[in-house]
């Protein structure tokens, strides 16, 4: 009874997990506004920036996405 029950606890942990994973992570405004001033986006574009992503929260996690060297060029893409 104690194995059954200790089969039940993983089966449903991983289940809990994969259910975790399969939802998009949606980004805090704090999160994009920060990662905006860390990349070094100029003051005069960072809201625009800020606006657009917040607007788009699958271009926010795009961006997220990407290798850290190409963000700004992600933004000057899509901007």
Not at 12 to 17: A, P
């Amino acid at each position: 009874m104690k194995e059954g029950n200790e089969i039940l606890k993983n089966r449903n942990d991983i289940l809990k997990m994969s259910i975790e994973r399969s939802q998009p992570h949606v980004y805090k405004e704090e999160e994009v506004y920060d990662e905006l001033i860390r990349l070094g986006v100029d003051r005069e574009i960072r809201i625009k920036v800020y606006s657009f992503l917040i607007e788009n929260p699958t271009k926010a996690r795009a961006v997220f996405g990407c290798p850290i060297e190409d963000r700004v060029q992600f933004f000057v893409f899509q901007l």
